[in-house]
């Protein structure tokens, strides 16, 4: 139980373009997402806290015109890369809160991207 | 500024070996403290968790940490390797209250398995 898929795993797009990326929870409700960005040979940086049916809480640095997020139902969060440029490219990964469990986060295997 | 530390990059041992990878943070208060492994194309698996109580935890797959206060630290441990450990392993904390769900990570410890 408490699986949480992300789509694509990897996607290499052109500068300038748009990407979506999904995050869903398989077999759980999850209230709150949270997305993190992990560069290469470096940690998991959280780039903001996504709660259904709200607006998500982005961390300090974090643009959120570049990054849009959306947690439009309990098993379903987007993360959209507007503009993409070449510095966006990295792994991002998102997480999932299981209710009851606190404090427990599930993660997704992550997305790849490359902007060329 | 609270901050989580794994002062190993790298570590290397053999199979059958002891292991200890190091963690310390700093925060105001004792926060939540866990353990994280990533292989190569699966998510993040939480290996063990603590909260409070009993400053020694069990975890998965043979994993214990310890909690010690006065070093500020939550070294994680197991007794003999195998070669499936191989991975990245990250500590990670939250401070509970407002910043509920907000982990903060290592930089992570990549473990090499020699048979």
């Known amino acids: 139980g408490a699986v949480v898929s992300q789509h694509p795993s990897r996607v290499i797009c052109k500068s300038g373009t748009s990407v979506k990326i999904e995050c869903r929870s398989l077999?759980?409700?999850?209230?709150?997402m949270f997305w993190y960005r992990q560069f290469p040979k470096k940690s998991l940086m959280l780039m903001a806290t996504s709660n259904e049916g709200s607006k998500a809480t982005y961390e300090q640095g974090v643009e959120k015109d570049k990054f849009l997020i959306n947690h439009a139902s309990l098993t379903l969060s987007t993360l959209t890369v507007t503009s993409a440029h070449p510095e966006d490219s990295s792994f991002y990964i998102c997480s999932a809160d299981l209710a009851g469990s606190y404090n427990e986060q599930f993660f997704g295997p992550g997305t790849r991207l490359t902007v060329l | 500024a609270q901050s989580v530390t794994q002062p190993d990059i790298h570590i290397t041992v053999s199979e059958g070996a002891s292991l200890e990878l190091r963690c310390n943070y700093s925060?105001?208060?004792?926060?939540?403290l866990f353990w994280y492994v990533q292989s190569p194309g699966q998510g993040l698996q939480l290996l063990l968790k603590?909260?409070?109580?009993?400053?020694l935890v069990q975890g998965i797959k043979g994993f214990e940490a310890e909690f010690k206060r006065s070093q500020s630290s939550f070294n994680l441990r197991k007794p003999s390797v195998h070669w499936s450990d191989a991975a990245e392993y990250f500590c990670a904390a939250n401070a509970g209250g407002t910043s509920y769900g907000k982990l903060t990570f290592g930089q992570g410890t990549i473990l090499t398995v020699h048979p």
């Open positions: 603590y909260f409070s109580g009993d400053t």
């Open positions: 925060y105001g208060a004792t926060p939540y």
């Open positions: 077999d759980f409700q999850a209230t709150t």
